[in-house]
């Protein structure tokens, strides 16, 4: 209650059905929908009490701006004059005072996104669905969308589920986060936690990491041809595995001297990427891509260092038979299953 929650996913994941299912607009083939305790899978949209804000405004074009925010509240019964002197309040609430007896036709996008939105507030909802309603804005205009948000929900206490494909907004935006793949929620918890701790390889490169080292762990040591890692002391992870680290997490020394958690490379590329890098270091065929202000040359040795509170390790699914030694085991390269926790 009181929070909000992003559905993060590419497109086609299912996030949008999942709020189709949620407002009514979608009836389930199986199970049911509760909210607040209260089972709501076969209620009307309008018994619900569930406001929705699209990806377009999807204003009434015949009705001025006061018209739009006031005509849930005509619904609720109340007469035109006190529907309108409510609807004010929420128009005020999004910033659009001055445009209350404006036309539609003359809103910009994001106007028309405000005042969607004041008119789903103005519905009074108990949980509030954003279907990606700033994904056609633009970046600076999206900007001021999302600190609305912030704002209103500071100032409502409203519950919501925003759907985006947009990492940043959910980061920006929601207490927890559920990633999705293929209609399947594969992990949810912070952003913070998708991002630097991925439960398998799969969210791992859903949320755009590229670096992946398999080895072998025995003890508290991650063993690979890249060499030897030290793991943290709570690590619960043995045999087979892969370490993965952000682009962003590693750091590139320009020198070819050994230190510990890091390896040695050539680099192989270097490309712009803003104000910073993306620097190519390939070690024995595999490429690393690290994010860097630093800008070693074309084939230059170099050292990227991999802090341990970086990187995370995850296990590997291997059909390990009796003869095989742990050397040997090292040394296969299956395809990577699921993260026991998740798959469960």
């Known amino acids: 209650a009181g929070g909000l929650l992003a559905l993060l996913g590419a497109s086609g994941a299912g996030k949008t059905t999942i709020l189709r299912l949620i407002s009514g607009l979608l009836k389930p083939h199986s199970g049911s929908i509760t909210l607040d305790q209260q089972e709501i899978t076969n209620l009307d949209p309008a ?3 569930i406001g929705m804000v699209f990806q377009q405004p999807m204003l009434f074009p015949y009705l001025d701006v006061i018209g739009n925010v006031a005509s849930p509240l005509r619904l609720q019964g109340l007469s035109k004059a006190k529907a309108q002197l409510a609807a004010e309040s929420f128009i005020e609430m999004v910033g659009m005072r001055q445009f209350s007896r404006a036309s539609i036709s003359t809103l910009s996008g994001g106007q028309g996104q405000r005042i969607a939105l004041a008119r789903a507030l103005a519905a009074k909802p108990r949980l509030l669905l954003l279907d990606e309603p700033f994904s056609a804005l633009d970046v600076d205009i999206r900007s001021e969308m999302q600190d609305l948000i912030a704002t209103l929900r500071a100032e409502t206490q409203l519950t919501m589920i925003l759907v985006t494909h947009d990492q940043r907004e959910a980061g920006v935006l929601a207490d927890q986060v559920a990633l999705i793949e293929k209609g399947k929620i594969i992990q949810s918890g912070s952003m913070s936690d998708l991002y630097r701790r991925p439960a398998s390889l799969q969210v791992f490169q859903a949320m755009g990491g590229v670096n992946q080292i398999d080895g072998f762990v025995k003890g508290n040591l991650f063993h690979s041809s890249f060499g030897t890692f030290t793991l943290r002391p709570d690590n619960p992870v043995t045999g087979p595995a892969s ?5 962003e997490a590693a750091t590139i020394i320009a020198s070819d001297s050994k230190i510990p958690n890091s390896f040695i490379g050539a680099v192989s590329s270097i490309r712009t990427i803003g104000f910073r890098y993306e620097v190519g270091i390939d070690y024995d065929g595999q490429e690393m891509r690290i994010e860097s202000s630093f800008t070693p040359r074309i084939g230059e040795r170099v050292t990227v260092l991999i802090p341990q509170e970086e990187f995370q390790v995850i296990p590997r699914a291997v059909e390990a038979r009796p003869e ?14 699921m993260h026991p926790s998740v798959a469960n």
């Open 47 to 49: 018994e619900r009490r």
């Open 243 to 247: 370490l993965l680290f952000r682009q």
């Open 324 to 337: 095989l030694s742990s050397n040997e085991l090292e040394t296969i390269r299956p395809e990577f299953v």
